[in-house]
């Protein structure tokens, strides 16, 4: 979520200019690091600008059927400057009566997953791939897709994940632009095309926590935690061991 008002500059200097006073100003000091921190905490912030903007746009639009039976959009949340974005989906009865992400059971469960990976909930971003629920949880419909695709397609620009993670066949085959079957696409890297300036984005494809929530074997739960091992190795990350999680 957008924290308001924090003027990174300011405060970076400030951190900055105790620091010295602690030090009596012997420290050698790196400036180009200082600087290029004082870029990064500025650079999220203007993504998180960008993000509330599209949030706004997200949570008034009528493009397509689903705008009229929803209760509330959901555009996704997290982290502006996040190195792996999930993405789901579409929102659930819980997601449409509090227009946030992944929060009802299969949310639930993508939780202990990403704290599995040793990691917080708000170190990451989660967006579905339709922002509003479609009735009865049904499948989402071409023309919704077509429609909605282009808010995600801005969120993914601006946060610039390093890694993707697809949740589940829609997402994954959405991405792709493909017809293959998740059992397929999952456990390895595919790329991801977010323009033709841009190189790629690494995405790996796994079960949605909902079908893992419907298929709780230990066989799928393995699975699960392979392809996130990948995930965690690819972004140079620690890979808890097995009977630490
Ligand atoms: S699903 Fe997407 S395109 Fe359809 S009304 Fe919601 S935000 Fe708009």
Known sequence: MLMQNPDIT?????HVAMDEFFTGGFTVRDKKTMQQQI????????????LEKIADEVRKCRKCDLGSTR?????GEGRANARILFIGEG??????AQGRPFVGRAGQLLDKVIAAMGLKRSDVFIANILKCRPPENRDPRPEEIINCLPYLQRQIEIINPEIIVALGAHAARTLLNTNKPIGQLRGQFHEYYAGLARPPIKLMATYHTAYLLRNYSQ???KRVWEDMKKVLAELGLPVPQR???
Do not use: C, L, W, Y
């Open 10 to 14: 300011k405060i970076v200097h400030q």
């Open 219 to 221: 066989e799928n739960r």
């Open 91 to 96: 929102p659930g009865a819980d997601e449409d």
């Open 39 to 50: 870029d990064a905490d500025q650079s999220a912030h203007d993504a998180a600008v960008e």
């Open 71 to 75: 209760t509330n959009a959901v555009p």
């Open 243 to 245: 009977g630490k999680r």
